[in-house]
């Protein structure tokens, strides 16, 4: 990773300073990228998947710079995921072999979402205090937790990844500008009212169904 972040290292040249903190190339490339892959989600257009392949590559490599270990190894996840996710839209199907639609869960399914959160986040933190040098274990390890939970609902289309979002969205804002991520506490903070959109949108799009 030591020998790709130098690689990287034109990329990371200042582009200009935002409340005091400079903001990398990198890092403003990354924002774009997210930023229209989050309106394709929205939308239920395929283009956002290859878009969040190539935005979380580049989140992988600032998130590690920043030794925020538990995001950059979700950013790895979320590149993974993403190819899932492009797969599950194009050829997925839901009970009864259906293409998959936008749907919502049950009660018994919201709550094993909540359990598999809680039960995830002790696991991460636990491993990012004691394998890593981050100063912020458990707070690094809740988002991180939350977003693996979340992608599986977005690939899946389930309307419940969007009140994911929101959690996530909050807790990172918080952290990405104790790090002085500014770009990025910007991002997330846009993040959070697309959340809110997105979520409306599903609820349109599966009444609609």
């Not at 996710?85 to 194009?90: A, D, I, P, R, V």
Request: proline fraction near 3%; glycine fraction near 8%; charge should be positive.
């Amino acid at each position: 990773m030591t020998d790709l972040l130098q690689w990287m290292q034109p990329l990371f040249a200042q582009a200009f300073v935002l409340w005091g903190a400079p903001v990398s190339w990198v890092e403003v490339v990354a924002f774009v990228l997210a930023i229209a892959m989050v309106v394709c989600n929205i939308r239920v257009n395929l283009i956002g998947w290859p878009l969040a392949i190539v935005s979380s590559l580049l989140y992988v490599a600032l998130f590690w710079d920043n030794k925020l270990y538990g995001d950059a190894s979700l950013q790895v996840f979320f590149a993974l995921v993403a190819g899932w996710g492009w797969w599950q839209w194009l050829r997925g199907t839901q009970e009864g072999g259906h293409a998959l639609r936008v749907r919502s869960m049950g009660g018994r399914g919201r709550l094993a979402v909540v359990a598999a959160t809680l039960a995830l986040w002790p696991v991460l933190g636990w491993f990012l205090k004691h394998y890593t040098d981050t100063d912020v274990p458990w707070w690094d390890a809740f988002p991180t937790a939350a977003s693996v939970v979340g992608q599986w609902l977005l690939g899946r289309k389930y309307v419940e990844n969007w009140p994911m979002w929101v959690v996530v969205n909050t807790v990172s804002i918080a952290l990405f500008a104790y790090k002085g991520l500014w770009l990025t506490a910007v991002l997330y903070a846009i993040f959070l009212g697309m959340s809110f959109a997105g979520w409306r949108a599903w609820r349109q799009v599966e009444r609609a169904a």
